[in-house]
């Protein structure tokens, strides 16, 4: 390997990621000035003691979803309930099936290098 192709394969490698989240980029931007909007709207309609407390109530309710979702997983975990895998495996399981992947996955070597 040369310097030259593992700067190729890095640098390209964020474009490559753009690329794929590309379409994804463009639905959110096309909605965001409509959430800017209604969050404007909302927030005005609010009383001032609750507006000047938003941004630790958001946190506050973000930072509860996370953990009662980490508890539910872990607790989970441990009774043994295996009906709910989660949308990695799913999709794990899905692609590892396909052809095309497994040639892909027999070939990267020979792209990396």
Known sequence: ???AS???LWC?????ALGMAA?????VLR??????HAVQTLL???PRCCRESAPAIVLGVLGMSISVGTFRRLAGARRGSSRRRGLR????TRLARRREVR?????WPKFVT
Do not use: D, I, N, Y
């Open 1 to 3: 390997q040369s310097l």
């Open 6 to 8: 593992c700067a190729l």
């Open 12 to 16: 390209s490698l964020p474009l490559l």
């Open 23 to 27: 379409p994804t980029v463009f639905a």
């Open 31 to 36: 909605w965001l000035p409509a959430l800017v």
């Open 44 to 46: 005005q309609h609010l």
């Open 89 to 92: 495996h799913w999709l794990r």
């Open 103 to 107: 040639v892909l996955q027999q070939a």
